[in-house]
């Protein structure tokens, strides 16, 4: 048995039962399930020991947030590789083959990211993978087109932990998950992490995921979630960038952060926003930082290219987008 496949849970019982009965029709059948779950308060527990009492659950005392629990559940996992899956999924039967196939590729791949689709709208894309810029934003690859996109497997900046495979071995160099971030960013981070020490991140069209999109925070945008991945932004650019390249993208990153707090004083969370930079900035210095090492010195120049070049496509891709609609 290589893969174990992790779905960390918190009061999302609604949603297990078409998640785990998805995973039994898979055409690689070689794997172990894990439930991870984060106190729930729903039931969910009783739930799976009634319907699913084949699946190991493996139950927190409190809600840790997404990447304590899935920490957790890598730990406690005794295969090479080990899946990550939202709750609010459910896989086609190639699922778990396709991941794993692609990640035995090469051991320069620290993860791969699978084809996401919008469960209400399956004609569209809900993520090809994560991309970073040299704004600071995090972008979705692909949300919103037409599912006939992304159908070549390539290299992106990082998998989006939704529903990606990756190789247990490298957490012992790389470091877990950061579970101070408790959700939001914590897949880009240790992504851009993984880099660094030279790792790739993957994509994989063939691996096809239809996800309900926040089944557990609720919303696209509430209070918690806009907070919480403002004050995360800050932390994994000031952990992941050596001073010198801080420096570099400082207005950038100035630009980005105002844009962003502009748009979402529109949305109603301007106050969330700025709650959660000034909670990044007052707690920077408990941060973790990435020691800089001179034989990573390729993989940052690699990494600042990216950046560059993203922040452009995603540019390039947001004018066409209001072009085509007007």
């Not at 791969?112 to 894309?125: A, G, R, T």
């Not at 390539?154 to 959700?183: L, N, V």
């Not at 991140?201 to 309900?212: F, G, I, K, Q, S």
């Not at 979630?225 to 992941?240: D, E, F, H, P």
Request: glycine share 6%.
């Amino acid at each position: 048995m290589k893969v174990t496949v992790i779905i960390p849970n918190y009061n999302g019982k609604h949603f297990l039962k078409p998640c785990l009965d998805s995973l039994k029709k898979q055409t690689m059948q070689d794997f172990h399930t894990l439930v991870v779950d984060n106190a729930s308060s729903d039931g969910s527990l009783d739930f799976m020991k009634e319907h699913f009492p084949e699946i190991e659950v493996l139950h927190l005392d409190q809600n840790y947030g997404f990447s304590a629990a899935v920490n957790a559940g890598i730990r406690h996992a005794q295969t090479p590789y080990v899946i990550l899956l939202n709750n609010d999924t459910t896989v086609d039967p190639h699922f778990t083959e396709a991941l794993l196939h692609a990640i035995e590729r090469s051991t320069d791949i620290f993860s791969v990211s699978s084809k996401m689709i919008q469960m209400y709208h399956p004609d569209l894309i809900d993520s090809a993978g994560d991309l970073y810029t040299l704004v600071g934003w995090g972008i979705c690859r692909g949300t919103g087109r037409p599912i006939s996109n992304y159908t070549e497997a390539d290299e992106i900046f990082t998998a989006c932990a939704g529903a990606a495979i990756y190789r247990k071995s490298a957490f012992r160099r790389i470091g877990y998950f950061d579970e101070s971030h408790f959700a939001y960013l914590e897949d880009i981070d240790i992504g851009y992490r993984a880099r660094i020490y030279g790792f790739k991140n993957m994509y994989c069209p063939d691996a096809l995921v239809y996800h309900v999109g926040s089944g557990t925070s609720g919303s696209k945008y509430n209070s918690f979630k806009v907070k919480l991945s403002a004050r995360n932004s800050i932390w994994l650019n000031y952990k992941n960038m050596p001073f010198i390249q801080l420096v570099v993208n400082f207005l950038p990153l100035f630009a980005g952060y105002a844009v962003k707090y502009l748009f979402f004083c529109k949305k109603g969370f301007g106050k969330d926003y700025a709650d959660g930079i000034r909670e990044g900035l007052s707690t920077i210095r408990s941060c973790k930082k990435v020691p800089f090492q001179m034989r990573h010195l390729s993989s940052y120049i690699k990494i600042e290219a990216d950046l560059f070049c993203h922040t452009f496509r995603y540019a390039g891709d947001w004018f066409q987008r209001k072009l085509f609609h007007k």
